[in-house]
């Protein structure tokens, strides 16, 4: 807004500065101070040092009606404050009319004027004047003036300087004199033109990247946003609540990035923000909810156009990315995705055959970038795509291979960038639009051409609010009309316009230096290999295909200009977090595996993390030295399928062969099914030990020794079994059959010694040498089986 700073006077140009000193010039000579005093009225007139010394503020907060028509009555308020050190006495607004400027270019010239430019003009006087006694410094004073339009003395349709001045005094200069004043202006055009302009006006809904790559540890791929700054933009008050809100009452073409409808949909759900190392849950599902519900009702009947997903940055991608292998790659998945989010989401069907570079600066490099995804219509801008004509031309302009160029008035465009939260600032840029819009259609009244306002990509709440004012305050039935963009891309193009594009040496300095280095694209294409290797191995690749997908598309958006360092981040975050899911498939370390013998069984482990399973993957395992160590029969290479579920490991298992004792080192690694290496390989040692004939004696003298000692313990234990059935047997007999005492003395002597029953204190050795006995013994009464420690047991019956 440099113009309209030199404009309203607070800047100090070399104009300015010339009144200054001739003020004080006029403050030193006391008789043509006291001549000027008391011609106060005709100075004003005719004398430009009248205009005098820049000591007031002048505020012009509301003018109203914007474009007034015959019977109304202007009115102006503001605010007037003395800057100076001095007390100001005889204070008074007044308002001033200026000649009426011929054409746009006037315009420009009259904003870049300083205040003597319409210091000549007498004000409007009469009763048509505010007036302060005293005006002390440092004290703003409000005022509101109004005159009917009738007592302004406009003429002819066009647009007229208006000027809201304060006269008065100091005591260093007592004499009549302009000390501040605030100009703007006037669009004078009653009656309704034969020719209207058709105007288009875009309305743009875009937002910086706000969702990570990152999904949440769960089956409902929760999102996870880098801040909660969205919530902000939606909330009521916010900038794209505004926009939401003043668009709806506005005939705009919508111009929506579908990354910021997809972000505000999962916000809708459960959804978590970073957090330092962390996440904690989002809270703002409500506000999400209301912005897409107001929004979806606000586009229904209205042109939508839909951006590549997440805007991507064309100028960036023709100067820095071009070289970069794939780069241009993404722009028609981008494409394709866009009108599928808009149309799911708003349940409107898109226009997605529009490119809009950063600014509308376009070289044929940037034209080509732009047309590659399918594109036919370029958004561009008056001051890159410049005509030497003597009036605007209509925006359609052919440039050749079936593309057309959609060149938006810059004057127009750029009527709102700056600071428009004061009110003063808003409404003078208000009146700038409206004063350009009128002197456009003017310039040939017979001659209807189009014309199209593209504003910056993001503009503020202040921003929206004046431009919503400056298009409301175009009356649909005096001169323009609304249009929407895709009918403006189709009207008949001037055939006296230019067609050819500037070459990339007319691309603004400034806007080159804000471009992605093409580092960022080398990087940008290292995440999109990395996703490529972790999608061919997973069951359901859809899962991280989608969200790595939109935001290596957020990586190149157009948002990130001016801001590098962010930028930066985001790839490395993104980066980084897929670099730690592809780790979550791996194999697990070995320590040294010893082989004994010529032939044995070789483990690898391979462990998968993730929460779906792993499928075309193999294992493959190499020995280093064939000669010694052979893996799966001659070979010194041998590989396996690899399949895990999720959460699971998998033990994988290869023949060793070993020829020559010695260490081996063993290489595993992972590979897609198209032989590309799956994270990193895994090195350990294989101990072989060739076994000698004497060693294989010992082993089987071993072995020899176990299956006899199984014998012996196998005889011993039905032994036993066999002594406790003849026992038991024994016992029932005696207990049925009447025996005599010579019977039981008998039964005494023979019967064996319960201690070397299995169960009793007898020895373990004595029970291992006795002879086996049979099922139902005989008592023997000889002295051979007398109880050899001399207690034997005596039954009592």
Do not use: C
């Not at 929004?295 to 997903?309: C, D, M, N, W």
Request: charged share 20%.
């Amino acid at each position: 807004m440099a113009e309209a700073a030199d404009f309203q006077g607070t800047g100090h140009s070399p104009a300015r500065q010339w009144l200054r000193r001739t003020a004080s010039v006029i403050a030193g000579a006391p008789l043509l101070a006291g001549l000027l005093a008391g011609t106060a009225a005709p100075a004003a007139q005719a004398a430009p040092a009248a205009s005098g010394s820049r000591t007031v503020d002048v505020a012009l907060d509301t003018l109203s009606p914007s474009a007034p028509v015959k019977g109304d009555t202007l009115t102006v308020s503001g605010t007037v404050t003395n800057e100076g050190k001095n007390t100001i006495t005889g204070a008074q607004v007044d308002l001033r009319v200026g000649p009426r400027l011929s054409g746009r270019t006037a315009i420009d010239d009259a904003s870049k004027r300083s205040g003597n430019a319409s210091g000549d003009v007498a004000p409007v006087g009469g009763k048509y004047k505010v007036t302060f006694p005293k005006l002390a410094s440092g004290i703003p004073q409000d005022f509101t003036l109004s005159v009917p339009v009738g007592e302004l003395g406009l003429g002819e349709d066009g647009v007229y300087q208006l000027g809201v001045s304060l006269t008065g005094q100091t005591a260093n200069a007592p004499y009549e004199q302009v000390l501040g004043i605030q100009r703007t202006f006037l669009p004078w055009q009653p009656e309704a033109t034969d020719q209207k302009t058709q105007l288009t006006a875009l309305w743009p809904l875009i937002s910086t990247p706000h969702l990570s790559a990152e999904t949440g540890s769960d089956d409902q791929q929760t999102a996870v946003f880098e801040n909660d700054d969205l919530a902000k933009e939606l909330a009521p008050g916010g900038r794209l609540e505004q926009m939401v809100s003043l668009g709806n009452e506005l005939p705009v073409t919508w111009v929506i990035d579908p990354d910021l409808l997809a972000t505000a949909d999962a916000m809708t759900r459960n959804y978590r923000i970073r957090n330092g190392k962390s996440t904690i849950p989002g809270k703002n599902q409500a506000v999400a909810n209301q912005w897409l519900n107001n929004l979806e009702k606000a586009v229904q009947g209205r042109k939508v156009i839909a951006l590549p997903f997440a805007d991507p940055d064309l100028a960036s991608l023709a100067h820095r990315g071009k070289g970069v292998s794939g780069a241009l790659s993404h722009l028609q998945p981008a494409t394709d995705v866009a009108g599928k989010t808009v149309e799911t989401i708003l349940h409107v069907k898109p226009s997605v055959d529009f490119a809009w570079p950063v600014d509308g600066a376009i070289d044929p490099s940037i034209v080509d970038v732009a047309t590659s995804a399918g594109a036919h219509k370029v958004i561009t801008r008056s001051d890159s795509l410049q005509d030497n004509l003597a009036y605007t031309p209509s925006a359609a302009r052919p440039i050749g291979g079936g593309t057309t160029a959609v060149v938006a008035d810059t004057r127009l465009s750029t009527a709102f960038q700056g600071d428009m939260t004061a009110a003063s600032s808003s409404t003078l840029a208000v009146q700038k639009f409206l004063a350009q819009s009128l002197a456009l259609t003017l310039q040939e009244p017979d001659n209807q051409r189009s014309a199209v306002v593209a504003p910056q990509r993001m503009p503020t709440a202040a921003q929206a609010q004046s431009m919503a004012r400056a298009l409301h305050g175009l009356d649909p039935e005096r001169w323009t009309e609304p249009a929407d963009l895709i009918a403006a891309a189709a009207a008949k193009p001037d055939s006296d316009a230019t067609t050819k594009v500037p070459g990339s040496s007319r691309y603004p300095k400034k806007l080159r230096s804000q471009e992605l280095p093409t580092q960022a694209f080398v990087e940008i294409k290292n995440t999109q290999d990395r996703l490529e290797n972790f999608k061919a191995i997973l069951s359901a690749p859809d899962r991280v295909a989608a969200p790595f997908g939109n935001a290596i598309n957020r990586a190149m958006s157009t948002s990130w200009r001016g801001e590098a360092g962010g930028a930066q981040q985001y790839r490395f975050t993104v980066e980084r977090y897929l670099r730690d899911l592809t780790t979550e498939v791996q194999l697990i370390p070995k320590s040294v595996l010893t082989l004994s013998g010529r032939s044995a069984t070789i483990p690898v482990t391979v462990q998968n993390k993730l929460l779906q399973g792993v499928e075309e993957l193999v294992l493959r395992l190499k020995s280093d030295n064939p000669t010694r160590l052979k893996i799966d029969g001659d070979r010194a290479v041998a590989e396996r399928p690899i399949k895990i579920d999720g959460g699971h490991s998998q033990s994988v298992k290869f023949t060793g062969a070993g020829n020559a004792n010695g260490p081996v080192q063993v290489t595993a690694q992972l590979y897609t099914v198209d032989g590309k290496p799956y994270g990193d390989p895994m090195t350990f040692q294989v101990k072989v030990s060739e076994i000698t004939t004497t060693v294989m004696l010992v082993i089987a003298g071993g072995v020899l020794l176990l299956v006899l000692a199984g014998v012996k313990m196998y005889s011993r234990r039905k032994r036993a079994v066999a002594r406790r059935a003849a026992a038991e047997l024994t016992d029932a007999e005696l207990t049925d059959a009447e025996l005599t005492d010579a019977e039981l003395t008998d039964n005494d002597e023979g019967v064996d010694d319960p201690g070397s029953a299995p169960g009793t204190d007898g020895s373990q050795a004595a029970k291992d040498t006795e002879p086996e006995q049979p099922s139902d013994p005989t008592p023997d009464t000889g002295p051979q089986s007398a109880d050899p420690s001399g207690t034997g047991e005596k039954v009592d019956r």
